[in-house]
């Protein structure tokens, strides 16, 4: 494709993604490619690093084009991003030439729009913090709040792209063996500081198509979702049950920590999840882990009321921690999603408990950066269940840092731990006294 042709699929893709609103952008992405064979993998790689660019710095191209009285349409949006990272008018209007495949020439209106851009910058002083890190408005005070004089550092951390964080699976193989088996296959890794099973991979890396993908021997899982099932200090004796186990990613670690022995249970209310997540596990080669949809009241949670050395609760939340990989997700966040999310929580951690044997543990995580749905949300659940109490992860020896290992809860972000925000804590059922 040409530069020109290049720019008109980015203009078509973001006018896909607003019209497809309540569908994740990657999702639309994935079709809009899909559909469009004939966008080679170098054009498409193109196209996509525009789009997420351009995701990560919506608000900002909306005030830019807001304050220089330009509607706001995909068009202008890609022209206003173009001239704000560093090409001249000149350039961009080469690119919306109106020729084969090129978006249609800028009308005279649109290029006195633009010119007032040239010699910008996307970040300008006399934005509003909650623009420049395009956070909601409602959400800025809460984050300040629990910030303080961190906030800058914190939130610029949550505009950076992510890294691509690998889980080695150690039921098939040692991490330095698959660490030097990557680099075979073109893709070179660290190991993660953190976690003793991770390798992070820098940039955007066609992982999937690898065969340590294809047999099962990697998975991708951000460093900080592996810490989280480090929390649950499983072992090979334990009954356990992952309560909102979705696609699987910590039921895995959790199998490989007990030597695919013992006994998981992973339950969700998704069959399209419960289906992806079988799927993974036979690629693991993890033969410990039985599948159940909840419902509740269902005859297997009956039965089974009491009787889990761990429970793990992986609950629905806001996904702000994940506002990096998916920003697209900033811009649909409401208040009121907050509110039901948070109701929510409660009511699984309440359902969750019951399922937890005297002297068992119930570890509760989400994947936000919000006070409500972590630290509020477990203080709330020990004043109505005085039976459970925060204690510090069980966990073997050397495997968690000690900043980990000493304490009940965790709350990770990018800027402290370049993980995405992970909020981990971890409770155990009291015995009965005699």
Known sequence: MTPSAQISAVIELLLTIQNQRHAPADATANRFFRQRRYIGGGDRRYVSAQIWEMMRHYRKLQW?????????????MVAAYLMLTGKTLTEVS?????ERYAPLPLTQNEGLYLQSLEGQELFFKEMPKAVRYEIPDWVYPMLEQQYGENIDRELSALLEPASL?????????QRDNAKEMLKREGISSENMPLSPWGLRVEGRQSVTSTNLFKDGIIEIQDEGSQLIALMTGV?????VLDFCAGAGGKTLAMAMMMQNKGQIIASDVHTVRVSAAEKRFRRAGVFNVQTHLFAEGAKWIK????????VLVDAPCSGTGTWRRNPDARLKFKENDLNELVAKQSEILDSAAKMVKEGGRLIYA????????????????LKAHPEFKLVCPDTPDGLLPADFSNNPTFQLTPAQYKTDGFFCAVLERQKDAE
């Open 64 to 76: 830019w084009l807001k304050r220089i009285g330009s509607p706001i349409n995909p068009r202008m």
């Open 94 to 98: 080469h690119l919306f030439s109106g």
């Open 165 to 173: 964080d690998l889980r080695v699976n150690l039921l098939k193989e």
């Open 235 to 239: 072992t090979s004796q334990m009954r």
């Open 303 to 310: 039965r089974r009321v009491k009787t889990f050395d761990r």
């Open 366 to 381: 989400t994947c936000s950066i919000l006070q409500k749905e972590n630290q509020d949300q477990i203080e709330m659940f």
